[in-house]
């Protein structure tokens, strides 16, 4: 089983709508994160938490909201969703020292 | 303002010949550096670290990359290219004092022909 889960992996959605990425991990890890990919600008962090109760904005949370509802799940909202929200959704776990990100398989998003 | 550097957005590449996928950082980063590979309708799976020690890291399926604090490089290299080496390459670095956030480069599709 991957240890990275995210649900679900396609979404197609109307402009305006309200809409929740979910993303779960088996790895135990603290740290969770939310990046989106779009073509040729790489991966940009929108939230992250480093535990529970902690929840920090990246550079581009604006129009995202996040919930921690337990170590190991972590929920990226799009409270009304518009087309420049089209991309792809990652999750990524991380333990508490200074190395690598796991990254779950991504959710292709498309607002219409 | 820290940042990761992708000179080349793609790079194409005959199999069998070596190849080079350039990153450079911004010198304000922290040194710890990752090389991530992303193939077609996947997620990102790390290839290789620099996190402190020997300046030449090996990493997954025959890639090397050298830490080269001098010109802030963090080049990626395989002396052999398959096609299934086909994927988009991500260089990333952390951010100095900012706990475990990764600022990544732009990528580098690598597209390996016949």
């Known amino acids: 089983d991957a240890d990275v889960t995210q649900t679900p992996r396609n979404r197609i959605t109307k402009t305006g709508k309200r809409i929740m990425l979910e993303c779960s991990q088996t790895?135990?890890?603290?740290?969770m994160y939310w990046y989106r990919q779009d073509p040729g600008l790489g991966l940009r962090l929108i939230y992250y938490s480093f535990d529970v109760k902690d929840i920090n904005k990246g550079e581009i949370s604006d129009g995202y909201s996040v919930s921690r509802q337990a170590q190991a799940k972590f929920s990226l909202s799009l409270e009304s969703a518009i087309p420049n929200q089209t991309a792809l959704y990652f999750c990524a776990t991380g333990g508490s020292s200074y190395n690598e990100q796991f990254f779950g398989p991504g959710t292709r998003l498309t607002v219409l | 303002a820290q940042s990761v550097t992708q000179l080349d957005s793609q790079v194409p590449v005959f199999e069998e010949a070596p190849v080079e996928l350039r990153c450079n950082y911004s010198s304000s980063v922290s040194v710890y550096l990752f090389w991530y590979v992303q193939y077609p309708n996947q997620g990102l799976q790390l290839l290789l670290k620099y996190l402190s020690g020997s300046t030449l890291v090996k990493g997954i399926n025959g890639f090397e990359a050298e830490f080269n604090k001098s010109q802030t490089s963090f080049h990626l290299r395989k002396p052999s290219v398959h096609i299934s080496d086909t994927a988009e390459y991500f260089c990333a670095g952390i951010l100095t004092g900012g706990g475990n956030k990764l600022t990544f480069g732009t990528g580098t599709q690598l597209k390996v022909e016949l």
């Open positions: 790895k135990g890890h603290d740290r």
